[in-house]
């Protein structure tokens, strides 16, 4: 039949950057400035990019948000058609999530990174993802140790729960909000992590894994690091101990909200 979506019941406003004390604002007013500080920071950018992105910092937070140019992006008609309904807003009245979504292809644009020349398919937030890969080298160590003791073939449910939290708990290394050895950054797997959890769905999950092998598990990746390196693990877990016959990896498309998984994060990892 035919998809009918449901129309939306009693949807909140728009969060925008315009509300006092807001995340929004926070991110419109804090946040991304200091994002690109820390790209032109680490970056080695010819003039024409670093004038780019500091002409994208000045434009924030109070700047209009103006027409997307991305030439030769494969994505550049679809954006020129996601910035119309915002042309007239700054980035502090248009809608929050647009707002930062739009940052981040701005930034990439600035880079060149699809454009032919010196910053083509160059990660701006590369030097990041290694930074926040190289802040734990012991306890990546020691899980790289204990998945080495793992018994091929022999599938073991509370082994798998382990492998699923160090996956879970990985997400907290998220580089567009605590930056690498950030001391705020909190660490709920080295504490009691099931108490930090709003939903627990292992039970339904521990079941579907009773019907081994599984003949395919996808995984969605989210950031690159130390939650990339948990994905993985889980992933080398599931494959050894034959729990699937095949594991395929989802990685971003091109980079985005600083540490965001590449194909090339994979690789590196």
């Not at 129309?7 to 950057?17: C, E, H, S, T, V």
């Not at 954006?79 to 979504?101: H, K, M, R």
């Amino acid at each position: 039949m035919p998809f009918s979506p449901t129309p939306p019941q009693n949807l909140p406003a728009d969060f925008r950057g315009q509300e006092p004390g807001s995340w929004a604002a926070h991110t419109m007013q804090d946040r991304l400035p200091r994002i690109i500080e820390t790209v032109l920071r680490d970056g080695e950018f010819d003039e024409t990019a670093r004038a780019r992105l500091l002409a994208l910092q000045n434009s924030l937070p109070q700047g209009q948000i103006r027409g997307f140019n991305d030439p030769a992006a494969p994505d550049n008609a679809a954006w020129a058609g996601y910035v119309q309904p915002w042309l007239d807003s700054s980035w502090l009245t248009a809608n929050w999530f647009f707002a930062e979504c739009y940052f981040y292809r701005r930034l990439l644009a600035a880079t060149g990174y699809y454009a032919p020349g010196p910053g083509e398919h160059i990660d701006p937030f590369a030097p990041q993802k290694e930074a926040g890969l190289r802040q734990a080298p012991a306890w990546l160590a020691r899980l790289a140790a204990a998945l080495n003791r793992v018994v091929p073939g022999r599938f073991d449910q509370q082994q798998f729960d382990f492998w699923l939290q160090t996956a879970l708990w990985g997400n907290q290394a998220d580089l567009s909000i605590w930056q690498a050895g950030d001391q705020n950054q909190p660490l709920h797997a080295a504490s009691s992590s099931a108490s930090h959890l709003l939903a627990d769905d292992r039970s339904p999950l521990a079941n579907l894994f009773k019907r081994l092998p599984l003949k395919r598990i996808d995984i969605i990746l989210d950031n690159a690091g130390i939650e990339l390196s948990g994905d993985l693990l889980l992933a080398d877990y599931l494959l050894t101990t034959g729990a699937a016959d095949e594991i395929v990896l989802h990685a971003k498309a091109h980079p985005t909200f600083v540490s965001d998984a590449l194909t090339s994060d994979i690789l590196k990892t």
